[in-house]
């Protein structure tokens, strides 16, 4: 076979040009540290390190969630304490307003002070985030929640039910809420233990019936429909009650001895005071309350005062259910912080399960992508002194003339 001299000198070219590419692909890897320059270089390595950055910057996504995240949280943790705050200090002004010590005049301090810390608590309702979002407004968050109308009744026109609440993704497959609806925190309470209320709903002249507590005995015979109390004379100055039920039909009956619960139908009413024929009192299934509404029956009442007997019973029968009215409110913040709490744990929690997990992947990545240096330096020499070669190979082929001979 003939060689001509072209095709020697292009193939020594070849040789110089393959040389210097690899020379320079290998100068660059170690520019940049990396093994992989393109996924040509490493088809299966380029699909693993692509999959893993998309971990990456999905858990990066879900720091940057739990980071953004986690204030409005504790600001939430921080007005519920306030609210707790309050309505401690609330309760502590309802018994010293039912303590016969007082007078008309004192009560209306205290129902002013009352009025105050109900105001306080509207604005804690009302508390907005750094970022100007209402806190307890649910999804609804440029919109205030809590209005008053002329009478000073308040209303909750945040978001409510399902969707209510935004959650936010803190790892691939767990999302937690950012809050809580203003409707749950201080709206839908229910009333005294959360099954069953009672309250005076017809008062005689001169009645001192007082509702003291309500609660239950059987929770198996406890049933769901409302019962009345009525009083008659059994004569020889002794007064007995009557239960009966929505139908008109008597469940319980009795001589009415002051302070001694009354059972029937799984619930235990006590009550104290002497009271009037004529006087009723509601038992019936629990209601939900606001707190606000908690805080403006006690107030009424204390505005009322207690100069008769009938509105000093009132006034002992208002304090009574406000007070645990205000224990189930406070029992509902307890709740509400815990889960705040619960939620902030697993903030921490899973904050330092991606952390550990970015450093997972960032390894695996690293090993996958990145240029081991010893390896590369070796092969860069072997590759000069390649190319060297080729050039000095060249060169010397470059002489071989027959005219040198002639």
């Known amino acids: 076979m003939r060689i001509s001299s072209t095709q020697i000198f292009q193939t020594g070219i070849d ?3 393959r040389g210097q590419v690899e020379l320079n692909r290998t100068s660059l890897q170690m520019g940049r540290g990396e093994r992989i320059l393109s996924p040509s270089d490493d088809p299966s390595g380029a699909t693993q390190v692509n999959q893993f950055e998309r971990i990456i910057q ?79 407004a649910g999804t609804k ?63 005689e002249p001169g009645s001192r019936l007082v509702v003291d507590q309500t609660g239950v005995n059987d929770s198996a015979g406890l049933t769901a429909d409302t019962y009345t109390i009525t009083f008659d004379d059994l004569g020889g100055g002794e007064i007995g009650f009557v239960v009966e039920d929505g139908g008109g039909t008597t469940v319980a009956n009795g001589p009415y001895v002051p302070g001694e619960a009354i059972t029937f139908q799984g619930r235990s009413i006590t009550l104290s005071g002497t009271p009037e024929l004529g006087d009723e009192v509601e038992s019936r299934p629990a209601q939900n309350k606001s707190v606000f509404e908690s805080l403006d029956a006690i107030i009424a ?41 619960a939620r902030l744990k697993s903030f921490d929690q899973q904050k330092d399960l991606n952390e550990d997990r970015l ?18 330096i070796s092969r860069f020499n072997q590759q000069q002194v390649a190319l060297q070669a080729a050039q000095q190979t060249y060169t010397q082929v470059n002489r071989l003339s027959l005219f040198d001979f002639l």
């Open 15 to 17: 040789q110089i040009q």
């Open 141 to 203: 968050s440029l919109q205030q929640p809590f209005q008053q109308d002329g009478s000073g009744a308040v209303r909750y026109e945040g978001a409510d039910g399902t969707g209510s609440i935004r959650e936010v993704a803190i790892s691939a497959n767990r999302k937690v809420p950012v809050g809580d609806t203003g409707a749950r925190v201080f709206m839908d309470i229910p009333e005294n233990d959360g099954r069953v209320g009672a309250e005076v709903i017809n008062r």
């Open 58 to 136: 999905a858990t990066k996504q879900f720091q940057r969630n739990i980071d953004n995240t986690q204030p409005r949280l504790q600001q939430e943790e921080s007005a519920l304490q306030s609210g707790t705050d309050l309505l401690q200090r609330a309760r502590e002004l309802v018994v010293a307003g039912n303590n016969d010590s007082q007078t008309n005049e004192t009560r209306e301090y205290l129902a002013g002070e009352l009025r105050q810390l109900r105001d306080g608590l509207f604005d804690i309702a009302n508390t907005k985030d750094p970022n100007g979002e209402y806190l307890f």
């Open 359 to 376: 450093v997972d992947l960032n390894s695996a990545v690293s090993e996958i992508r990145d240029l081991d240096y010893a390896e590369a």
């Open 301 to 341: 009442a204390l505005e009322e005062g207690g100069a008769s007997g009938s509105s000093r019973a009132n006034l002992a029968t208002a304090s009574n259910t406000a007070l645990a009215d205000l224990d189930a409110v406070l029992g509902n913040f307890s709740d509400i912080r815990a889960e705040v709490g």
